[in-house]
């Protein structure tokens, strides 16, 4: 069976899943702008066993999800103890980019004040997402240009995790994927400035990138030409290649947030990595 097509069947199988979580942890709603996705939710671990905080940004192809929607993902994040912030932005089937970059941006310096409003150390910050996200939090952490424009100070970062990231538009040939970044620019933008590749800059940034030979959706060779420019540039990078047998797009990407880390080695992975950091 094709890869795409094993993605396509993923859907009920990840929706019949999504039913069965049951909310354990209470999230805090907090706004950073007046549109209904400019928001995040703040995860407070039951006992904070780490002085990490992750922020998490959500896939969903730039148009679709909602930091509610993923739910479960900040809640396993907070249950392994460390505190967590998902959060959303405009979607590009009425906002067009750069208003996705913006609202992550305008996130991230609005969760940095929140943690500092609570005497929450801010010095080990810890940026991941899966998908649109991942496109997304790798702009964030290593465009200087975008850093420069948003006014954002990525000092306290110590590690970037991505899944799935569509990194390379040159690789984005898939229909699908194609449809999805035609409908996130107007017409005539130039793409190379949303480009996580064209943008990359040196810094101190470790990253991780989790990517799957059996997609679906996106091209390996999305996260190789990214990590390959990462070491040539001199940033520190690894390429995690998924092992597990739930190996499509939707699955590695969010599902495996659903399983436990002896469940799911590419979610041992992502814990493994953060706490090596």
């Not at 942890?25 to 066993?49: C, N, R, T, W």
């Not at 190379?192 to 990138?209: G, S, V």
């Not at 996106?218 to 030409?225: K, P, S």
């Not at 597990?244 to 002896?262: I, L, M, P, Q, V």
Request: proline share 3%.
């Amino acid at each position: 069976m094709k890869d795409s097509t094993r993605e396509n069947l993923s859907y009920f199988g990840l929706y019949k899943r999504l039913l069965t979580v049951k909310k354990e942890i209470p999230a805090q709603k907090v706004s950073f702008g007046s549109h209904k996705d400019q928001y995040y939710l703040y995860f407070e671990p039951e006992k904070v066993l780490s002085d990490k905080v992750i922020i998490w940004v959500h896939g969903g192809g730039w148009q679709s999800g909602t930091p509610k929607d993923f739910y479960y993902v900040g809640q396993a994040i907070a249950k392994a103890g460390y505190r967590c912030f998902s959060l959303g932005y405009r979607l590009s089937t009425r906002f067009k980019y750069p208003c996705q970059i913006e609202d992550v941006c305008a996130g991230y310096n609005s969760v940095i004040g929140f943690l500092k409003q609570k005497g929450v150390d801010v010095s080990k910050i810890v940026v991941a997402g899966p998908s649109a996200g991942a496109h997304l939090t790798s702009i964030l952490c290593y465009s200087k240009a975008d850093q420069d424009r948003y006014g954002v100070d990525i000092s306290n970062v110590i590690g970037f995790i991505g899944f799935g990231g569509p990194y390379s538009f040159e690789k984005c040939q898939d229909f699908a994927i194609r449809t999805l970044l035609n409908c996130l620019f107007t017409k005539g933008y130039d793409r190379k400035q949303a480009e996580p590749l064209n943008l990359m800059t040196r810094n101190n940034i470790p990253m991780l990138l989790i990517q799957s030979e059996h997609d679906g959706l996106l091209d390996f060779g999305n996260a190789e030409v990214f990590a390959k420019k990462a070491i040539e540039i001199g940033n520190k990078c690894e390429l995690y290649r998924v092992e597990d047998e739930k190996n499509t797009h939707s699955w590695y990407t969010a599902g495996c947030f659903f399983e436990t880390r002896a469940e799911n080695m590419c979610l041992d992975k992502f814990f493994s990595y953060i706490e090596k950091l």
